[in-house]
């Protein structure tokens, strides 16, 4: 997989997960209940899953969202997925592409 991040004056940008930003997820967790309820130890976990692709977006450095989803063959879901209560409904400039 790889992805192309391009910016723009605002814009956010979009890299991989990584296990220590599990406490940051969990933060914004808690200002998404309509999002899965996921403790810190679970996100890290469900990192060393086969098929789990996950990525953060990034304003100066602070998580601002995620997306977790796996990939199963040809089928692939979105196993949850967050954004800052202060991020959403914004076109934030964020422009990427992905190959899997």
Same mark, same amino acid.
């Given at each position: 997989?790889?992805? *192309?991040?391009? %910016?723009?004056?605002?814009? /956010?940008?979009? %890299?991989? !997960?990584?296990?220590? #930003?599990?406490? @940051?997820?969990?933060?914004?967790?808690? +200002?998404?209940?309509? @999002?899965?309820?996921?403790?810190?130890? +679970?996100?890290?976990?469900?990192?060393?899953?086969?098929?789990?692709?996950?990525? $953060? /977006? *990034? #304003?100066?450095?602070?998580? /601002? +969202? !995620?997306? $977790?989803?796996?990939?199963? +063959?040809?089928?692939?879901?979105?196993?949850?997925? @967050? $954004?800052?209560? @202060?991020? %959403?409904?914004? #076109? %934030?400039? $964020?422009?990427? /592409?992905?190959?899997?």
């Amino acid at each position: 997989m790889g992805a *192309e991040t391009m %910016r723009g004056p605002t814009a /956010s940008t979009i %890299r991989a !997960f990584r296990k220590t #930003d599990a406490a @940051a997820a969990t933060e914004i967790l808690k +200002g998404s209940l309509e @999002a899965a309820q996921w403790t810190e130890w +679970g996100v890290s976990e469900l990192l060393g899953w086969s098929g789990v692709v996950a990525l $953060v /977006s *990034e #304003d100066g450095r602070k998580v /601002s +969202g !995620f997306i $977790v989803g796996r990939q199963a +063959g040809e089928e692939a879901e979105i196993l949850n997925l @967050a $954004v800052t209560p @202060a991020n %959403r409904r914004k #076109d %934030r400039g $964020v422009r990427y /592409s992905m190959r899997l």
